[in-house]
């Protein structure tokens, strides 16, 4: 580890030999910000028997990959693996330090900040990083209407975790960087609990990740019993449900179906909001959509900032006029 001269470094998540795409997506970002400051990257990776998926970070980009390879490390366990990474961080002593905002992440990112008593940004959805090696991390502000920019300027590393698909996954290159060992020992007393059993939960519906078409309502529907005008007209378009997060809250859908900064990122070809308001901490999560359709009875709701087409109206009467109209084509 004395060796190590990468100045970011991008915790790439992987689970039973796959890495998750927000790791990819990450390092992608950090190898655009890096030349900046005049630093190179490192991705850092923990597991059993990962020697192929290390491999396969050199062909991402990354100048180094630090390894740490041990049986306790196979599955993600939070002591086992603050352990590792604080350890390591202390020895090569990193500016930076990103993390996917996965639910490995979320619970992975706090303890080990705290550990290193240092910043942490949390569902970041933009990083920047100027000549002086300052990360600043872009965050929905104030009620989500907003954009706030955070950096931690006097405590290293600088950490922050990033939503998945916030970022486009870099393309293959020639691999130029090199694999290293990093410290993996741990005691029995990092590793606090052992797991007894995985459990593959199935999705109802369309998946979000793979929709062409989405769509989505949010606290503007009212009530459960209205939440049947979204999943119908989703149906007739042979698309996925999607959700702010006041109607998860209210149990009126799954968590899986919330879309935003602390849901998902999804890429539809057509994308309809219905009873939306339209807070940044959703809007970022649609971004990428292709073509945008918001339905709201308030003409000053902020989603028709962010659409392509708005329609004002009670979407108890819009939504089955479309409905109709629909099923006679």
């Known amino acids: 580890m004395d060796d190590v001269t990468s100045k970011i470094w991008v915790f790439v998540e992987q689970r039973r030999g796959r890495i998750a795409d927000v790791g990819l997506e990450i390092l992608g970002k950090a190898l655009s910000l890096a030349p900046a400051a005049g630093w190179k990257v490192a991705a850092v990776l923990l597991g059993h028997g990962i020697t192929s998926m290390a491999e396969r970070l050199l062909e991402y980009g990354a100048d180094e990959v630090l390894v740490a390879d041990e049986k306790l490390l196979e599955d993600y366990c939070g002591g086992t693996y603050v352990a590792v990474l604080e350890r390591a961080v202390l020895r090569a002593k990193p500016e930076v330090l990103l993390i996917g905002a996965t639910a490995m992440g979320t619970d992975l990112a706090p303890r080990l900040a705290a550990r290193l008593r ?70 029995a007393g990092d590793h606090s609990y052992r797991i007894v059993e995985f459990y593959q939960e199935s999705v109802a519906g369309s998946s979000l990740a793979s929709a062409e078409v989405i769509v ?114």
């Open 118 to 187: 240092t910043g942490l940004s949390a569902h970041s959805i933009d990083l920047e990083l100027d000549s002086k090696g300052e990360l600043i991390a872009v965050i929905p502000w104030s009620g989500g209407d907003y954009l706030g920019r955070i950096s931690c300027p006097k405590s290293r590393p600088q950490m922050a975790t990033i939503n998945p698909g916030i970022f486009e996954i870099p393309e293959k290159r020639e691999p130029r960087g090199c694999i290293k060992e990093m410290d993996c020992a741990v005691s």
């Open 216 to 329: 989505a309502g949010g606290y503007g529907i009212g009530k459960k019993e209205d939440w049947h005008y979204v999943e119908e007209l989703a149906s007739l378009l042979n698309g996925a449900v999607g959700s702010t997060r006041p109607p998860v809250d209210e149990g009126w859908v799954e968590h899986d179906r919330m879309i935003g900064q602390s849901g998902r990122t999804v890429y539809p070809k057509l994308y309809i909001g219905v009873g939306i308001s339209g807070h940044m901490h959703h809007i970022v999560g649609i971004k990428k959509a292709d073509l945008t359709i918001a339905i709201n009875q308030d003409p000053d709701a902020a989603v028709f900032d962010h659409c392509n087409v708005g329609l004002v109206g009670d979407f108890r009467e819009i939504i089955p006029a479309l409905i109709e109209e629909l099923k006679n084509k």
